[in-house]
């Protein structure tokens, strides 16, 4: 489905969007923009992503409204999720390739599967 592939879709690639890439939009780069970096800001409303051990592993920022740019806790940019369907996101590397999906738990929260639907986390 050309729609939700980033590679044939240059509106949800960040390569190829600007306004939904963190390295060319200061808004959506917690390096530049401190009210979205968990590190620096108490009150972070972002989703985090914790792995099955419960540690933080990374954290997301609304790019619009169907891509989640996704950073490590050392803001790194590690990837993005584009949002599929209501309730689902396909989860992309920094490189755009397909890496695991998202599933809404229908508590504001998702559960995060790879590929081979092996479950590896959940953001909250």
Known sequence: NRTINPNLNRTINPN???TINPNLNRTINPNLNRTINPNLNPNFSGLILYDLSLRRT????KANDSILS???FTNNYIGFCVKAVQDFYNVFDASNKWVGYLISNKQQSYNYFSLDNNWIGFIV
């Open 16 to 18: 190829l969007n600007r």
């Open 58 to 61: 990374a954290y997301f920022i």
């Open 70 to 72: 996704m950073f490590d």
